[in-house]
T-cell receptor
Framework: GQNIDQPTEMTATEGAIVQINCTYQ??????LFWYQQHAGEAPTFLSY????GLEEKGRFSSFLSRSKGYSYLLLKELQMKDSASYLC???????????????FGKGTHLIIQP | DAGVIQSPRHEVTEMGQEVTLRCKPI?????LFWYRQTMMRGLELLIY????????DSGMPEDRFSAKMPNASFSTLKIQPSEPRDSAVYFC???????????????FGPGTRLLVL
């Protein structure tokens, strides 16, 4: 089975930096994804990690440690539009049949204050 | 380019009625996923298809739920009969399988908001 934990809610200040943590216990692992979801909208892809280390993409970075079952999403220079839910998701091992479905955490609701 | 298209965007129905949700994946994508999102349970995978073939339907909650993918550009999720606890947002997502199987990003449609009274 899969179990993914992330904080329910976080608050940060415009212009600051925030780190959203995600821990997972899974029966297998073939990649970790971060998605952003604004209220009433669909999730949109932010980042993907399959090897240990840091992946940077503009103001967003994501880190993975497979041995610790741990990832974080780092958001820099926060803007009001970054207020959203951030979803951590783990993909099962590649079964040879193609893309596998994702198991999502409950999401972290990030509130940006002026 | 058009993204994943879902219809209807909103559906209100009465308990016991049949509900059919529709999805058109991104052209060229060969994997399609149905998810359900509620406040209590978050985003859950219901079923997914590779090359129009159902691969894993272990997330389908009950026999009242069924999904089909008759061709590469169309899929349906049907609930019959519907119940109030089925009220949720249903998302369809698609991706392109690559030879290595890694980094296959899923792109989500706008969702169908279903309310069963």
């Amino acid at each position: 089975g899969q179990n993914i934990d992330q904080p329910t809610e976080m608050t940060a200040t415009e212009g600051a930096i925030v780190q959203i943590n995600c821990t997972y216990q899974t029966s297998g692992f073939n990649g970790l994804f971060w998605y952003q979801q604004h209220a009433g909208e669909a999730p949109t892809f932010l980042s993907y990690n399959v090897l240990d280390g840091l992946e940077e993409k503009g103001r967003f970075s994501s880190f993975l440690s497979r041995s610790k079952g741990y990832s974080y999403l780092l958001l820099k220079e926060l803007q009001m539009k970054d207020s959203a839910s951030y979803l951590c998701a783990v993909r099962a091992p590649y079964s040879g049949g193609g893309a596998d479905g994702l198991t999502f955490g409950k999401g972290t609701h990030l509130i940006i204050q002026p | 380019d058009a993204g994943v298209i879902q219809s209807p965007r909103h559906e209100v129905t009465e308990m016991g009625q049949e509900v059919t949700l529709r999805c058109k994946p991104i052209s060229g994508h060969n994997s399609l996923f149905w998810y359900r999102q509620t406040m209590m349970r978050g985003l859950e995978l219901l079923i997914y298809f590779n090359n129009n073939v159902p691969i894993d339907d272990s997330g389908m909650p009950e026999d009242r739920f069924s999904a089909k993918m008759p061709n590469a550009s169309f899929s349906t999720l049907k609930i019959q009969p519907s119940e109030p606890r089925d009220s949720a947002v249903y998302f369809c997502a698609s991706s392109l399988r690559t030879s290595g199987g890694a980094g296959e990003t899923q792109y989500f449609g706008p969702g169908t908001r279903l309310l069963v009274l």
